[in-house]
T-cell receptor
């Protein structure tokens, strides 16, 4: 059974940094692309970033480009999202999602999400 | 403003059928597969339809998907109260090199 468990969420001040982790199990992590998707309170889904199965290719939404970095460690079966210069509008539940074999394939499995609050 | 356009809400009675539309452009729906996601209240999204019209294992055949040109449609027959949820369409946008979602449609089963 595919399991994705996000961690690292919490309260951070504007301008601060935070690193999210997503521990994956139940599939061959190194064979699948992965994504982060966020959802602000009461709002819709917003794609944040994707990374190829090898980690060699990454994509970012314009809203986070230059501030967030996606990465993966296949030895730990873990996906990361390093977030810098956080803003109030980054407040959201952040979901980790497993894609197919490439970044253009659908999000087949989702984690339960971790909440980020940006406030002073 | 979402790249993909969905109606904010739809409603129908139990047992009836409903469709949810998703409109895009040539750079997204027009050239890539569409997937649909169901988000029950207070839970994470779940893949409902992929590659325009395919259902993952465990998804009942009451749920169907189709695509024509730059639009896609999700259909749900035999509506149940447990189908009340937010539904999102999504696809890859080749021009943006980004995943894009619709704004979501809230389904109410009256």
């Amino acid at each position: 059974e595919v399991q994705l468990l996000e961690s690292g969420g919490g309260l951070v001040q504007p301008g601060g940094s935070l690193r999210l982790s997503c521990a994956a199990s139940g599939f061959v992590f190194s064979s699948y692309a992965m994504s982060w998707v966020r959802q602000a309170p009461g709002k819709g889904l917003e794609w944040v970033s994707s990374i190829s199965e090898s980690g060699g290719s990454t994509n970012y939404a314009d809203s986070v480009k230059g501030r967030f970095i996606i990465s993966r460690d296949s030895s730990k079966n873990t996906l990361y999202l390093q977030m810098y210069s956080l803003r109030a509008e980054d407040r959201a539940i952040y979901y980790c999602a497993k894609l197919g074999t490439t970044v253009v394939t659908p999000m087949t499995n989702w984690g339960q999400g971790t909440l980020i609050t940006v406030s002073s | 403003q979402s790249v993909l356009t969905q109606p904010p809400s739809v409603s129908a009675a139990p047992g009836q059928k409903v469709t949810i539309s998703c409109s895009g452009s040539s750079s997204n729906i027009g050239h890539n597969f569409v997937s649909w996601y169901q988000q029950l209240p207070g839970t994470a999204p779940k893949l409902l339809i992929y590659d325009n019209d395919k259902r993952p294992s465990g998804i009942p055949d009451r749920f169907s998907g189709s695509k024509s040109g730059t639009s896609a449609t999700l259909g749900i027959t035999g509506l149940q109260t447990g189908d009340e949820a937010d539904y999102y369409c999504g696809t890859w946008d080749s021009s943006l090199s980004a995943w894009v979602f619709g704004g979501g449609t809230k389904l109410t089963v009256l």
